[in-house]
């Protein structure tokens, strides 16, 4: 069983930057794929960036990429989502996801684990 609790959200004007951060529960944390999804007013979760157990690969949606950066500590059990160039349609709920496992995953039909999700609003 893995808990899940996101931090950092807030409300940001466009081009500004938030940097998001997951603390985990478990002491499998490290064997675990980590990632962000985000849901927007009226919208579908969707897939942000997600990072493998040893945070040696990581990937992105195209609509961040350039501009996210998913990073994990498995010492301390934290993933943390560093966003810059903010845009107005970045504004959603961002959540963290884990899954054990190795793999490519960017579903979040994929994922078991979720924190309680942490708003960004990003002002124009």
């Known amino acids: 069983q893995v808990q899940l609790i996101e931090s950092g959200g807030g409300l940001v004007q466009a081009g500004g930057s938030l940097r998001l951060s997951c603390a985990a529960s478990?002491?499998?944390?490290?064997?675990?794929?980590m990632g962000w999804f985000r849901q927007g007013p009226g919208k579908e979760r969707e897939f942000v960036a997600a990072?493998?157990?040893?945070?040696?690969?990581?990937y992105y949606a195209d609509s961040v990429k350039g501009r996210f950066t998913i990073s994990r500590d498995n010492a301390k059990n934290t993933v943390d989502l560093q966003m810059n160039s903010l845009k107005p349609e970045d504004t959603a709920v961002y959540y963290c996801?884990?899954?054990?496992?190795?793999?490519?995953?960017?579903?979040?039909?994929?994922?078991?684990?979720w924190g309680q999700g942490t708003q960004v609003t990003v002002s124009s």
């Open positions: 990072t493998s157990w040893s945070g040696g690969t990581t």
């Open positions: 478990g002491r499998t944390f490290s064997s675990y794929t």
């Open positions: 996801a884990a899954r054990s496992g190795y793999g490519y995953y960017t579903r979040k039909t994929e994922y078991a684990y």
